[in-house]
């Protein structure tokens, strides 16, 4: 028999989905279905939860308690990044392998840095800034109207500041 169903046990679960859409309900169901809820309803909480970012593959955490789900969205940096932008949104199925060549702002990655503070690695806040600039680098945008690896270096050197939070 299996062990009695505690109520006040809290579950977290992490799925990559794709932004503002109902994902593939049979890519859920057996992670949500051994909890007892219903993989199309979770499904539908999930699209509502991240319509603000249609379009960009995000990580949701899903926070169950009492068969109930609570949907939060994880953003990495690339999809700040690419939301930074301000690209229009893009029809996947037609659209692949995009080039996203625009220009960000140095704000626009401090504050990136302050939202992927808490998950990041580095230990001052310039290695926070640092791992932006090269994740930008590898989406392919600039910053400022010059390479993010050209503003590692300046960074590196002392000549660009970064502020400490």
Request: with cysteine.
């Amino acid at each position: 028999m299996p062990p009695k169903f505690d109520p006040n046990e809290v579950k977290i679960i992490f799925i990559r989905v794709v932004g503002g859409e109902v994902g593939a309900v049979s890519s859920l169901a057996p992670k949500v279905g051994p909890l007892g809820l219903s993989p199309k309803k979770v499904g539908d909480d999930i699209a509502k939860a991240s319509k603000d970012w249609k379009g960009l593959r995000i990580t949701v955490k899903l926070t169950i308690q009492n068969r109930q789900a609570k949907v939060d969205v994880v953003p990495s940096a690339s999809a700040l990044i690419i939301r930074a932008l301000k690209e229009p949104a893009r029809d996947r199925k037609k659209e692949k392998n995009i080039k996203h060549s625009g220009n960000i702002s140095l704000n626009d990655v401090y504050e990136i840095a302050r939202v992927m503070r808490p998950r990041s690695l580095a230990k001052e806040f310039s290695g926070t800034v640092k791992e932006i600039l090269g994740t930008a680098s590898s989406v392919g945008c600039t910053v400022e109207g010059s390479d993010p690896k050209d503003l590692q270096k300046k960074i590196d050197a002392g000549e660009l500041e970064v502020p400490e939070n």
